[in-house]
């Protein structure tokens, strides 16, 4: 009989031999997490009071986050999520709303860094995410889930670059005046609608990375045809494994090869089990890792990154549950074979690219001479009344009449 005791005690070795060297890869790498809820979850924590709670968080009682967790788990960076809900009012005043509680999210972003100076650092590229990291703090980067919290305001779009955001998705789950969402089977444009096809050019020109994630496949279509920056989808899955409209189809998948983009593998376990097996397998470490190599597989490991959406979902895979079992992820990695170089670009370098790629073409194109004349401005309301326009026109006269006689 064959001694299954020794067996497992060979299995037992080998998955800690397989941690140890995802630690130590750790140690080395930056592992980039592509979207994170926390902020949210500290915004429904501390709702009903002011804004003005201590934001020491090293145990949490809630939720899949803390800095006790992200230690352990040996997070480089993470994109943290300035998430505020769809609003299903269509009044002026919701959009204004949205613009309002945006802005106290990224301001809870930066206070959460600015109160946890000795394990968070802020970063918005790659140069400031490897400082922080080499210093021993996690890199905090800063996404913002949705336009439809810039209030259909190209200025507030760019003024959250100056915030610090990096990447905004294009859509939550619903439609909005750009894009369709995956969430609504019926579609609302077709894709891109007009002013789509306008803010995506503004995103190119800001530098802002455009996220592909919850947007509909045709939507994603229509961006990756009109983009002349790589996009990212900073927490969504493979179609192919598990049909879901939030995952992403094997021919996108090729598109986002050509677009030099990258695809950030989700854990929420709706989008990251496996349709392909008889019965179907439930999300686990194992079918995540399934994932991250089947878009390897089919359009190369410089593609594929890690995109948790910790803290947006109640509980996650078998073995993947919070922020503390990404070394789990990588020694799953590991075992199928993938080099600790290919391990880099998935856990950081690839979305790294990106942001770096996103900025250098901004960079070039706002230096072009058309970039001026093709900037979208906001309609102003009328600000002066007539009699205002012409007390000020009149007076304007006068000053240019005086000038030229003396």
């Not at 979850?41 to 992200?70: F, V």
């Not at 990224?106 to 946890?116: G, S, Y």
Request: net charge negative; with cysteine; hydrophobic share 40%.
């Amino acid at each position: 009989m064959p001694d299954l005791d020794a067996s497992s005690a060979r299995q037992e070795n080998g998955h800690h031999g397989l941690l140890a060297r995802a630690m130590e890869l750790l140690h080395r790498t930056p592992l980039i997490d592509g979207h994170n809820d926390f902020p949210y979850i500290l915004r429904g924590l501390h709702s009903g009071g002011d804004n003005d709670a201590s934001l020491i968080i090293s145990e949490m009682p809630i939720g899949q986050t803390d800095l006790t967790r992200l230690e352990k788990g040996r997070l480089g960076g993470q994109f943290w999520s300035a998430f505020v809900p769809c609003s299903r009012d269509k009044a002026l005043d919701a959009d204004l709303v949205a613009v309002r509680d945006t802005l106290q999210q990224i301001d809870l972003i930066h206070r959460l860094i600015a109160q946890n100076p000795r394990r968070l650092a802020f970063a918005h590229d790659s140069a400031s995410v490897w400082e922080a990291f080499r210093s021993g703090r996690i890199a905090s980067l800063i996404g913002v889930e949705g336009l439809h919290q810039i209030g259909g305001s190209f200025s507030a779009l760019r003024l959250l670059h100056r915030l610090g955001v990096r990447y905004i998705t294009l859509c939550h789950d619903s439609h909005n005046e750009f894009v369709d969402s995956s969430t609504p089977a019926e579609p609302l444009h077709g894709g891109l609608s007009k002013s789509g096809e306008k803010v995506i050019r503004e995103m190119n020109q800001t530098g802002l990375i455009i996220d592909l994630s919850h947007t509909s496949h045709d939507t994603q279509r229509c961006v990756l045809q009109a983009s002349h920056a790589p996009v990212i989808f900073s927490h969504s899955s493979c179609f192919a494994l598990k049909p879901h409209p939030r995952n992403v189809p094997d021919d996108i998948l090729r598109s986002l090869a050509a677009n030099n983009g990258v695809v950030m593998i989700c854990f929420l376990p709706s989008l990251s089990g496996l349709a392909t097996t008889e019965p179907p397998t439930p999300a686990t470490v194992a079918t995540v890792a399934d994932h991250v190599v089947h878009v390897g597989e089919r359009i190369g490991y410089a593609h594929v990154g890690i995109g948790s959406d910790f803290d947006g979902m109640l509980e996650g895979p078998a073995g993947l549950d919070d922020v503390s079992a990404y070394p789990a992820l990588v020694a799953e990695l590991m075992r199928r074979g993938l080099s600790d170089e290919i391990l880099a670009g998935i856990l950081g370098g690839n979305v790294l690219r990106v942001l770096d790629d996103v900025a250098r073409y901004a960079s070039v194109a706002s230096r072009r001479p058309e970039a001026a004349d093709g900037r979208v401005c906001d309609s102003i309301d009328v600000v002066w009344t007539p009699e205002q326009q012409k007390m000020l026109t009149d007076k304007g006269i006068e000053r240019r009449a005086a000038a030229h006689l003396g």
